[in-house]
């Protein structure tokens, strides 16, 4: 069997971390056997339906690398791809049940419906659509919605991640098949679409569980066999209190993107949201998820979500890039100052800081003093756990002996160095106090990387330039 998958979102808005780590374990599944991931957009809810978001869907798994064989742009023989332009299709399959009496014309009004909720309410039973169904239904003509008459029974079946799961005849009511606007609900046209584009492999978030039973019933119904059903936990917010969603702060996954995280990060994040490969390693490249991923291996408890562990993971992805690689990624995070110095410099700083970024969007902060002129902030020195002991007029006189020692070196980063552990010998200073007061006085910045570095790539004329305004406004704090 040749395992065929499919990622098959609502286009209601932009698509979060749940709905693409659904994507990307149906993708590593079928990549994995070299088999087929489909792409097919589910745009029957017209009213909830967001403009903009079946390419926000696309772009989101092109960012990520997640690539379909079949759907949407691609073409394939299933197509079309887009459920709204396969109405047709879901109306012979509906004319099908109505044939076989497992389907009838909903005549009821709002406000009979109504009715019977409260009745069964005020009988203290769960109100059940099947108990009222009409005696002698119209003809479905398509102005009213067509319902699933239901066939309720006890339900055993084995979801791939789950394990054994049961349920009882209640869990199974009459639902709308196709709705009054021509539309078909969920329930009814995934059913059809995986059957004909040859599915065989459902995976789907958790809050799905509930209504397996009654997709179970409609299968039977339709004479369908139902394909491998996975079920993925749910993905938690970092409390673990709640499912992580749109309105718990879930964001578009494109944001990560503009904030400077790597594709390689987010993918390698998402895969072990809720998968393992039984060992301890954390960092994987697509290459080895593809070659480990197993629904065995999913687990059935929710998985956290921990932008902690993902920015870390990121800082783990961009230390792994070659300079080039990272040169061409940085394009659009530099300063506007620093996207005017040449591309040589760009890559030398870049070597410097690739170490200390976390994420692409770090870099301004990071690089800033080396392509503008920093102000003097000597609240920064006060601040500071070792410098604040010191006495202004010992900064001043500290830096008066750097500057001569600096205006003698060759320059070099090796030169440099040798030059600032003269300096220590000379005046008897901890590195933690003499490099911190150098360091503090040519960028302003809280941190900055390897000194020596750092003043070859400032250059001479600009490290005694910096150290001169460093003296000047230091000296009137004596």
């Known amino acids: 069997m040749t395992i065929r998958t499919r990622f098959a979102p609502s286009p209601t808005g932009f698509v979060h971390v749940g709905a693409i780590r659904t994507a990307l374990f149906s993708w590593l599944l079928a990549k994995k056997d070299k088999g ?21 869907i696309e772009d989101s798994l092109r960012w990520l690398g997640i690539d379909w064989q079949e759907g949407i742009d691609v073409g394939g023989p299933s197509e079309p791809y887009l459920q709204s332009h396969r109405l047709d299709i879901y109306k012979e399959w509906a004319n099908k049940l109505i044939a076989s009496g497992r389907a009838y014309a909903d005549p009821y009004t709002k406000e ?46 084995t979801d791939a991640v789950m394990g054994e799961l049961s349920t009882g005849y209640e869990a199974i009511d009459d639902f709308v098949l196709v709705k009054s606007d021509g539309y078909p609900t969920y329930n009814f046209c995934h059913i059809i679409d995986d059957k004909i584009m040859e599915v065989t492999h459902v995976l789907r978030s958790q809050e799905f569980i509930a209504s397996t039973p009654k997709f179970l019933n409609l299968y039977e119904a339709l004479q369908i066999e139902r394909p491998i059903l996975a ?43 809720g998968w393992n490969d039984g060992t301890e390693q954390e960092i994987f490249s697509v290459a080895e998820l593809v070659e480990k991923f197993s629904l065995q291996r999913v687990q059935k408890s929710p998985a956290r979500f921990d932008e902690k562990r993902l920015l870390w993971l990121n800082g783990q992805w961009i230390r792994r890039l070659s300079i080039n690689d990272l040169s061409t990624r940085a394009n659009d995070f530099w300063s506007e100052s620093a996207k005017n110095s040449s591309e040589q410099l760009r890559q030398q700083i870049l070597a410097l800081v690739q170490d200390r970024l976390k994420t692409l969007s770090d870099l301004p902060t990071l690089t800033s003093y080396f392509f503008d002129e920093p102000t003097p902030d000597w609240q920064m020195v006060e601040n500071d756990k070792q410098l604040g002991k010191l006495q202004p007029a010992e900064i001043v006189e500290l830096l008066k002996q750097s500057l001569i020692a600096l205006s003698e070196s060759g320059f070099s980063a090796e030169d440099l160095q040798q030059t600032l552990n003269s300096l220590l010998d000379s005046t008897s200073q901890k590195p933690a106090v003499l490099f911190s007061i150098i360091r503090v006085s040519v960028s302003w910045s809280p941190f900055s990387p390897a000194l020596n570095e750092t003043l070859a790539v400032l250059g001479q004329n600009t490290v005694k330039a910096r150290l001169n305004l460093a003296i000047e406004t230091g000296s009137q704090k004596v």
Not at 36 to 56: A, H, M, W, Y
Not at 115 to 123: E, L, P, V, Y
Not at 234 to 250: E, T
């Open 36 to 56: 087929v991931f489909i792409l097919r957009i589910e745009d029957t809810d017209k009213v909830r339906e967001v403009e903009g978001s079946i390419q926000q």
């Open 231 to 273: 079920t993925l936990p749910y993905v938690m917010s970092i409390d673990g209190q709640k499912k992580l969603g749109k309105r718990d702060g879930a964001k578009d996954i494109l944001e990560y993107k503009k904030e400077g995280y790597l594709p390689e990060a987010m993918v390698n994040f998402l895969a072990t949201l």
């Open 112 to 157: 009979q419906l109504e009715s019977f909720r409260n009745q069964a309410k005020a009988n203290k039973s769960p109100f059940m659509y099947r108990d009222y169904r009409p005696e002698s239904p119209p003809v479905w003509d398509g102005s009213q919605p067509l319902r699933f008459k239901s066939d309720p029974k006890p339900y055993r079946w």
